[in-house]
């Protein structure tokens, strides 16, 4: 059974009409973004998730929806993490607030072909965020928001000035 899409109240899409506080990219050119998930990856998509901790949940439900030959990574600083024995190969990080965070997933996610990258904690959302482009440029796409979008979301003040 297809279910239809959630009508929302036309009120709520009043943000499409603010101002941002920052130039959006134009679409002239796809994406690196676009590429990376233009190529065909149904058959053979790797996903590495950080931090993984106590999700087992998350990645076994990784682990389902990829198709066929498709991997789960799990990445985190202990190595007595409970979901790193639910993913398909393990791997045992810094935390995201040491230097070698960033070059130590870049190496990962290009070693093993990472199409996905998903952080976990909100902690790495602003470090990957930064090297963003390094990763796209390896293939990975880094499910992380821009770095102006990420300063905005965390200082409340300014969020509700931007929102009202």
Not at 106 to 115: K, P, Q, S
Not at 127 to 148: I, Q, Y
Request: glycine content about 4%; proline content about 9%; hydrophobic content about 40%.
């Amino acid at each position: 059974m297809r279910l239809a899409p959630r009508q929302m109240p036309s009120d709520l899409w009043r943000i499409s009409n603010l101002s941002l506080p920052f130039d959006p990219p134009t679409h002239s050119e796809p994406s690196p973004v676009d590429a990376a998930l233009k190529t065909d990856v149904r058959f053979c998509m790797n996903v590495l998730i950080t931090s993984v901790g106590r999700c087992n949940r998350l990645v076994r439900d990784f682990r389902q929806a990829l198709p066929n030959d498709g991997l789960v990574f799990a990445a985190d600083a202990s190595t007595a993490a409970p979901a790193l024995r639910d993913a398909d190969r393990t791997f045992v990080i810094p935390r995201c607030t040491d230097p070698s965070y960033a070059g130590r997933l870049l190496e990962i996610c290009g070693e093993h072909d990472v199409a996905l990258l998903v952080p976990r904690l909100d902690r790495e959302y602003a470090v990957l965020a930064c090297e963003r482009e390094r990763f796209l440029a390896l293939g990975t796409v880094p499910v992380v928001s821009d770095p102006h979008i990420l300063a905005l979301c965390e200082d409340k003040a300014h969020t509700n000035s931007f929102l009202a």
